[in-house]
């Protein structure tokens, strides 16, 4: 049963956009920690952004000025607004939904940043 539907991923160049999106149920939207996590090529998984339940967001270093995360709360949605990309952006980014004893993922978008 897929919980996590993600979406926006692809091929772009240097400095370009994209946004990704991650799809959940209602109660998942409500009651757990959405964030967005990323694996590049030969790395481990890392954290990018993130919201609380109290709706605080958190960002990795790296991407801090360059991505946004946002919600819709009427579509249960998180959204990733990903800005200036740049090739180190280049991995397979996965939607995150947690709490205290659970620990969701998405499938995972890949996202190419390349000329």
């Known amino acids: 049963q897929v919980q996590l539907v993600e979406s926006g991923g692809g091929l772009v160049q240097p400095g370009g956009s994209l946004r990704l999106s991650c799809a959940t149920s209602?109660?998942?939207?409500?009651?757990?920690?959405m964030g967005w996590y990323r694996q590049g090529p030969g790395k481990q998984r890392e954290l990018v952004a993130s919201?609380?339940?109290?709706?605080?967001?958190h960002y990795a270093d790296s991407v801090k000025g360059r991505f946004a995360i946002s919600r819709d709360n009427s579509k249960n949605t998180v959204f990733l607004q990903m800005n200036s990309l740049k090739p180190e952006d280049t991995a397979v980014y996965y939607c995150?939904?947690?709490?205290?004893?659970?620990?969701?993922w998405g499938q995972g978008t890949q996202v190419t940043v390349s000329s």
């Open positions: 919201f609380t339940t109290i709706g605080n967001t």
């Open positions: 209602r109660s998942i939207f409500r009651a757990f920690e």
């Open positions: 995150n939904a947690r709490t205290n004893v659970q620990n969701l």
